[in-house]
């Protein structure tokens, strides 16, 4: 069973369905042509795969910049809550069907030429290109949110890292500490930051009785406080949780990382562990690509093909208004395959 179904299993969040497997995929490829991906996650990877078995004499070549992102789980119990869920496309299934794997950072899309700008100074030339970048934090403006504030209370929201960094800090909890967990008003997984509070709420429960969390929601809805609040009582978990809503001042107007001080609209926290979590965008090559409007996502049709360049197509959480999971993913795959 994969650590996603357990999930499902012991949390019911994520929405389960049926996702066709693999068919053809988009915008009328020809049998020689190469296709390009770029992200190696749960839609990169799976887009790859349905490529290769939709199209056998298709070139089809996978970029991913992070070396880490089809390696063999690192079994980092304690830090594996905090981490997303692999693909089940590992490298060398990839390989073992004919795709053609680089690992390079996309900085720039000619689109004209078809021609991709790598970060080694390399270039990649397609016929058809696939984005499925995901996503990154977007910027705020919090006085005191600096790198060094960002590194002292780590998000912990897709890198590995940060992952590492907030489960030894929670390991280092004082009997009777204070965690934060921060939420920002534009959520983009909103499942996941309910799945990151009970997280929270359970590992404290379990190792300081004595601890407490604060969820700071600026979220515009009392829906995520409402679902915690049933999953907490259903799932008996017994830890001091405050939940402040929007309505109740959960936006932050400081931080003072040293201090553990955050300002918020209901006044003043001091906390030993801050999960801060920062709002996301598409991944930056997507707005380098000219795919991405003023929310920050990739307006798409149903099939995933760009409102804004009918020759892209881009897949998973990049999207805009898609469902940020891994079901959300394959469905974005599986409904791009019916263009073929
Ligand atoms: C902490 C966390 C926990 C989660 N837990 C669950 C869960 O339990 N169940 C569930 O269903 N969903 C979960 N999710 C959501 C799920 O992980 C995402 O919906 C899914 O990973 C989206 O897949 P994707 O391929 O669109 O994007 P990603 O998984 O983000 O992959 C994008 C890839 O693109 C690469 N990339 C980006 N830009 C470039 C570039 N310029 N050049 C080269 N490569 C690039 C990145 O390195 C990355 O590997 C979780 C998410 C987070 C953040």
């Not at 907030?166 to 799945?195: D, T, Y």
Request: hydrophobic share 50%.
């Amino acid at each position: 069973m994969t650590r996603l179904t357990r999930r499902h299993l012991a949390l019911g969040l994520f929405a389960t369905s049926a996702v066709a497997a693999a068919g053809g995929i988009g915008l009328a490829l020809a049998p020689s042509d190469r296709a390009v991906i770029v992200g190696a996650g749960p839609a990169g990877a799976q887009a790859a795969l349905a490529l290769r078995a939709a199209h056998p004499a298709l070139r089809v070549t996978l970029l991913e910049r992070d070396p880490t992102r089809l390696a063999r789980e690192t079994g980092d119990a304690a830090a594996a809550a905090f981490v997303p869920p692999r693909t089940e496309a590992t490298l060398s299934r990839l390989k073992a069907q004919g795709i053609e794997v680089m690992l390079d950072d996309v900085t720039d899309v000619d689109w004209t030429a078809g021609r991709l700008s790598l970060f080694s100074g390399r270039d990649a030339a397609f016929d058809r290109l696939y984005l499925a970048p995901g996503t990154t934090a977007k910027a705020e403006a919090i006085e005191g949110l600096d790198a060094e504030a960002r590194f002292a209370m780590p998000a912990a929201w897709g890198n590995a890292r940060e992952a590492r960094r907030l489960a030894a800090q929670l390991a280092a909890l004082p009997e009777a500490g204070h965690v934060v967990l921060r939420l920002p008003a534009e959520l983009s997984h909103p499942q996941v930051a309910l799945h990151r509070a009970l997280v929270l709420a359970r590992r404290i429960a379990a190792t300081r009785p004595a601890a407490r969390l604060t969820v700071l929601d600026a979220t515009p809805t009392p829906a995520l406080a409402q679902s915690f609040a049933m999953a907490k009582r259903l799932q008996g978990i017994d830890a001091q949780v405050a939940w402040i809503t929007a309505a109740e001042g959960a936006g932050v107007t400081a931080v003072d990382a040293r201090a553990g001080r955050i300002e918020t609209g209901a006044g003043s926290l001091r906390a030993d562990v801050i999960n801060f979590v920062p709002p996301h965008v598409a991944g930056a090559i997507a707005r380098t690509a000219g795919l991405v409007d003023a929310s920050g996502w990739c307006p798409c049709d149903a099939r995933g093909r760009s409102m804004l360049r009918s020759d892209a197509v881009v897949l998973g959480d990049a999207r805009k208004g898609t469902a940020r999971t891994l079901d959300g993913a394959r469905l974005s795959v599986a409904a791009t395959v019916a263009q073929a």
